[in-house]
């Protein structure tokens, strides 16, 4: 899917910011030839050798593949597992696919390669409910009640105080202190525990991905089960998928771009950590296939 980032007023006037850009890095000449050349990445050794090879079987299904199988998300036989880098996620990610979204055309299947733990498929209408968690899950999606990602704790504390209010008539009993004797420092400890518990509690642990084309999206975001979830909308950036959807503008990123891009911007506004491209990895194949795909339009004479 190529997935809308930031509002439609502001993309007349961001559209020049460079396509996965890096946070820090910005620029250079040599980097509007490659925009993703900034990028901290494994080595794609393994993938210049199984370019060369050719296609190769899926371990699992044996059909004849490139790279990777796009329906069992595992590597082909030439790409051995062990040369493919792992990311470590600070949360779960859910991907939603749109029924008709062409595997061998989508990006989701990336994340799941690279994340394997902490990516989950699913092909819609087969969905879970996430109904009772929904203070602490939201969905990337923009729209007229759409936050910014700097704006998710002070969100998800409002949706955390409504859920207990709703689920435990404590809410209406007398302050605790008055049900039983606790001595002072007890009391401190107790109040620091019940802290320590509602900031875990408005701790956002699962963020969901649709993967479809815009056109496909309605059926889907309109689904009950994915109703009163916080929506995130993320900032402008250029995308630098080569299957740009005809007449949307280039600020639709890809599915892989979309996680790639929050995922930075989650780990600077939330977690407050500078960014030292802990999860640039996620573009291993993006990068790689936008590399191959560059070059061979460059020798057809297209660019």
Request: charged letters at 30%; proline letters at 6%; glycine letters at 4%.
């Given at each position: 899917?190529?997935i809308?980032?930031?509002?439609?007023?502001?993309?007349?006037?961001?559209?020049n910011?460079?396509?996965?850009?890096?946070p820090?890095?910005?620029t250079?000449?040599?980097?509007?030839?490659?925009?993703?050349q900034?990028l901290?990445?494994?080595?794609?050794e393994v993938?210049?050798k199984a370019?060369?090879?050719?296609?190769s079987?899926?371990?699992?299904?044996?059909s004849?593949?490139?790279?990777?199988?796009?329906t069992?998300?595992?590597p082909?036989?030439?790409?051995?597992?062990k040369?493919?880098?792992?990311?470590?996620?600070?949360?779960?990610i859910?991907i939603?696919?749109?029924?008709?979204?062409?595997?061998g055309?989508?990006?989701?299947v990336h994340?799941?390669?690279?994340?394997?733990?902490?990516?989950?498929?699913?092909?819609y209408?087969?969905?879970?409910?996430?109904e009772?968690?929904?203070?602490?899950?939201?969905?990337?999606?923009?729209?007229?009640?759409?936050?910014?990602?700097?704006?998710?704790?002070?969100h998800?504390?409002?949706?955390?105080?409504k859920?207990v209010?709703?689920?435990?008539?404590?809410?209406?009993?007398?302050?605790?202190?008055?049900?039983?004797?606790?001595?002072?420092?007890?009391e401190?400890?107790?109040?620091?525990?019940?802290?320590?518990?509602?900031?875990?509690g408005?701790?956002?642990?699962?963020?969901?991905?649709?993967?479809s084309?815009?056109?496909?999206?309605?059926?889907?975001?309109?689904?009950?089960?994915?109703?009163?979830?916080?929506?995130i909308?993320?900032?402008?950036?250029?995308?630098?998928?080569?299957?740009?959807?005809?007449?949307?503008?280039?600020?639709?990123?890809?599915?892989?771009?979309?996680?790639?891009y929050?995922?930075?911007?989650y780990?600077q506004?939330?977690?407050?950590?500078?960014?030292?491209?802990?999860?640039?990895?996620?573009?291993?194949?993006?990068?790689f296939?936008y590399?191959?795909?560059?070059?061979?339009?460059?020798?057809?004479?297209?660019e």
């Amino acid at each position: 899917m190529l997935i809308p980032s930031g509002s439609e007023n502001s993309q007349g006037l961001k559209r020049n910011t460079e396509c996965l850009e890096s946070p820090e890095l910005q620029t250079p000449s040599s980097f509007q030839d490659n925009p993703l050349q900034q990028l901290q990445l494994a080595s794609q050794e393994v993938l210049e050798k199984a370019k060369k090879s050719g296609r190769s079987k899926c371990p699992r299904c044996s059909s004849s593949r490139m790279f990777y199988c796009y329906t069992c998300f595992v590597p082909v036989e030439t790409v051995p597992t062990k040369e493919i880098p792992v990311v470590k996620l600070p949360l779960k990610i859910d991907i939603i696919k749109h029924p008709n979204e062409t595997d061998g055309k989508s990006t989701a299947v990336h994340a799941k390669l690279l994340a394997p733990d902490d990516v989950t498929i699913y092909k819609y209408p087969c969905i879970p409910e996430y109904e009772e968690k929904r203070h602490e899950i939201a969905l990337i999606f923009p729209g007229p009640n759409s936050i910014s990602v700097k704006d998710i704790a002070f969100h998800l504390q409002k949706y955390a105080k409504k859920g207990v209010c709703d689920s435990d008539d404590d809410c209406s009993r007398e302050p605790f202190l008055k049900q039983a004797k606790i001595e002072p420092e007890e009391e401190k400890n107790l109040n620091e525990c019940i802290s320590s518990n509602r900031s875990e509690g408005t701790r956002l642990k699962k963020i969901i991905f649709i993967d479809s084309t815009w056109n496909q999206t309605n059926k889907i975001i309109t689904d009950e089960r994915l109703q009163g979830l916080l929506q995130i909308e993320l900032k402008t950036r250029k995308t630098c998928f080569w299957r740009h959807q005809k007449g949307k503008p280039d600020t639709y990123l890809s599915t892989i771009e979309a996680i790639y891009y929050f995922l930075v911007d989650y780990h600077q506004e939330i977690l407050k950590e500078n960014y030292k491209g802990q999860y640039d990895n996620l573009l291993f194949f993006f990068s790689f296939m936008y590399t191959l795909i560059k070059n061979a339009k460059c020798c057809a004479g297209k660019e």
